[in-house]
């Protein structure tokens, strides 16, 4: 355990529902529904998804942050609705309820995604080989 987390993002199971965890990594994915924020938080272990339900501090920030921005957050392990268990994960079953969050480092807006879900031209992933 350190400061910055308690589990990696790959860990978390049905065994730590009801835990608080601190977990910190890269935001790979935003999904907001209306009144629910769905975020994917990556690290070097796996992703873990995040839920914003209710209002938190510096809510506004944490919703415009740019893709592979580093943040941490703090929040207990919940259980997903069974309509929303996602088996293709480890971490499928669970999801963290943010209640705090902290930037550790921004980033600015990328040219492409770097786990890209469309293909991207040759030509500009040459140009930015570094992100690849």
Known sequence: ???YRTHTCGELTAAHIGQPVILSGWL???????????LDLRDHYGITQLVL?????DEETLLHLPK?????VNGPVVERDA???NPKIPTGHIEVEIESFEV???????????FPEASIPEELRL???FLD
């Open 53 to 57: 339900r209710k209002k938190i501090a």
């Open 83 to 85: 309509e929303n268990v």
């Open 1 to 3: 355990m350190s400061t």
């Open 104 to 114: 550790l480092n921004t980033t600015q807006q990328l040219p492409f995604s770097v």
């Open 127 to 129: 140009k930015y080989r």
């Open 68 to 72: 592979e921005t580093v943040i941490k």
């Open 28 to 38: 790979h994915n935003r999904r907001d529904l209306g009144g629910v924020t769905f």
